[in-house]
């Protein structure tokens, strides 16, 4: 399968900082999607971005398929932010993989 | 509009004992999954479905089993649960094969096997 690495694992953050998180991928994927799960453990979906740039609100995401990477970016931070970001890619077959996650506490 | 729903919400099950977790999905999408969520180890896929009929094993499938009898439904059954089997099981759906492959999760099953 498809390695999937996050950075970093965990992060707090002072409320209206300024964050970039990193995914970083293994091989040819045919999409990338960026998930936050809240602390009352719903998944929900932030990006679906294979390539290029993408921005909604104080979030942004850009993936580079050529060089395996995503970013996503926050720009200042919230409390409500807080909770584990996923990044999740596509094989040819469908299968998605997941990285474990950068835990993000943000305080206020 | 419901979009995914999973039931039960969370389950305490004796070790040996089958257990059925139902989802389904109200979107229409062609495609559907199963994952295991283990804390450190991020979600792991168990099983998945591109269309009815058919099914295909993920990166975890043994001692699990799924059916797709139709769109909507997609059960994962455990035939004589273990206690790693303990995890939060999250069901997710996709439409496989669109430009916009986006999935998305129901709100999850949290299991625990004595």
């Known amino acids: 399968g498809i390695q999937v690495e996050q950075s970093p694992p965990d992060l707090i953050l002072q409320e209206g900082a300024n964050s970039t998180l990193r995914c970083n991928f293994s091989?040819?994927?045919?999409?990338l999607q960026w998930f936050h799960q809240n602390p009352w453990g719903q998944l929900i979906n932030l990006f679906y971005?294979?390539?290029g740039t993408k921005q909604n609100g104080r979030l942004s995401a850009t993936t580079v398929a050529t060089e395996r990477y995503s970013l996503l970016y926050i720009s200042s931070s919230q409390t409500t932010d807080s909770g584990v970001y996923f990044c999740?890619?596509?094989?040819?077959?469908?299968?998605?993989?997941f990285g474990t996650g950068t835990s993000l506490t943000v305080i206020p | 509009i419901a979009g995914i729903t999973q039931a039960p919400t969370s389950q305490i099950l004796a070790a040996g004992r089958r257990m059925t977790l139902r989802c389904t999905q109200d979107?229409?999408?062609?495609?559907m999954y199963w994952y295991r969520q283990d804390l450190g180890l991020g979600l792991r896929l168990i099983h998945y479905?591109?269309?009815?009929?058919?099914?295909g094993k993920g990166e975890v499938p043994d001692g699990y089993s799924v059916s797709r009898a139709n769109t909507d439904d997609f059960p994962l059954t455990l035939a004589s649960a273990v206690p790693s089997q303990t995890s939060v099981y999250f069901c997710?759906?996709?439409?496989?094969?669109?430009?916009?492959?986006?999935?998305?999760f129901g709100p999850g099953t949290r299991l625990t096997v004595l």
């Open positions: 091989d040819s994927v045919n999409n």
């Open positions: 999740a890619v596509v094989n040819t077959g469908n299968q998605f993989y």
């Open positions: 997710a759906s996709s439409e496989q094969g669109s430009p916009n492959n986006e999935q998305f």
């Open positions: 479905s591109n269309t009815a009929g058919t099914t």
């Open positions: 971005i294979p390539s």
């Open positions: 979107m229409r999408h062609n495609a």
